[in-house]
C-alpha cells in the first residue's frame, strides 16, 4: 500500500510541474499582466509633453496608465523599444504632428518654396509636410511625408521629376514603390505601407500614404519641379 501511494504521489507530482509549464504566466493567480511588466514606469525627460499631447493629467510623473497610452501610440507608428517612455523620438515625434497641424491650409505661408515657378511639388523636412502649388495657390495638400533617415537624407534643393513608374521595385532595397516619381538620382516620392512618423525615416526618397501618392501621380508629369528644403529632425 505504501509502495501504491508512493507511485501515486510521484505522478501527480509530475503531473503538477507539467501544468507549471503550460499554463501562461499571465493566467497564474496573482500573475502581473504582460503588458503592465514590459511598461517602463520611469519618469520621462519629456513627460509633461507627452502627457498634455495624449490629452493625459499633465502632472510630469509616468503612471501605468500612461505608459500604456504612450505604449500604444509608439506600436502605431512603429516607435522602439515600445516600453511606453516619454523619451526624446517620442516627444519628437509628437512634436512634428503638432507642426504639422499648424501648418493648416497655409503651408508656404513663410514664402520658402517658390511661386514663380508655376505647378511645384514642394517638401518641408523641418515639418515633414509636402505640398503641390501652382504659384501661390495650393493645389493639393498639405500632407506628411516619410523622408531620409541621418545619413541618407533627402537632398535639399531645386530638383525636375525626371523619370516615373507606377509600379516600380527597388532593386537597391528589394521594396516595392508605388506611384514612383524621382526627381533626385534614386530619390522619388513614392507610396508606403509604414507610418508617415515611423522613426528614423526612409533611404532618401519621400514616402507617401498610397492615396496622397497616387494624387501626386496624377498631378504630376515629367519636367515639373520640385523643391526640397529644411532639415528632418533628428539628421
Known sequence: MNGFRRRVGKRAGIAAGLTSLLVPAALVVGAAPAQAASCNVTTGPYQKQVEKFLGRTVDGRQSLGDCQAIQAFQRKHGITPTMGYAGPVTWRTMNTMIQQ???????????????????????????????????????????????????????????????????????????????????????????????????????????????????????????????????????
Open 101 to 235: 497641424k499648424a501648418a493648416g491650409t497655409n503651408p508656404n505661408k513663410a514664402g520658402k518654396c517658390p511661386t514663380n515657378k508655376g505647378r511645384i511639388a514642394c517638401v518641408d523636412l523641418t515639418r515633414q509636410l509636402s505640398w503641390i502649388q501652382d504659384g501661390s495657390r495650393l493645389k493639393y495638400g498639405p500632407v506628411p511625408v516619410r523622408t531620409g533617415k541621418d545619413g541618407t537624407e533627402t537632398r535639399t534643393g531645386l530638383k525636375k521629376i525626371y523619370w516615373r513608374n507606377i509600379n516600380h521595385w527597388s532593386t537597391l532595397y528589394h521594396v516595392s514603390m508605388p506611384y514612383a516619381q524621382f526627381f533626385d538620382g534614386g530619390q522619388a516620392f513614392h507610396s508606403t505601407t509604414k507610418s508617415m512618423w515611423n522613426p528614423p525615416g526612409s533611404g532618401g526618397c519621400v514616402n507617401m500614404r498610397s492615396a496622397d501618392a497616387k494624387a501626386y501621380w496624377n498631378l504630376l508629369r515629367n519636367g515639373d519641379d520640385v523643391y526640397v528644403y529644411g532639415r528632418k529632425p533628428g539628421t
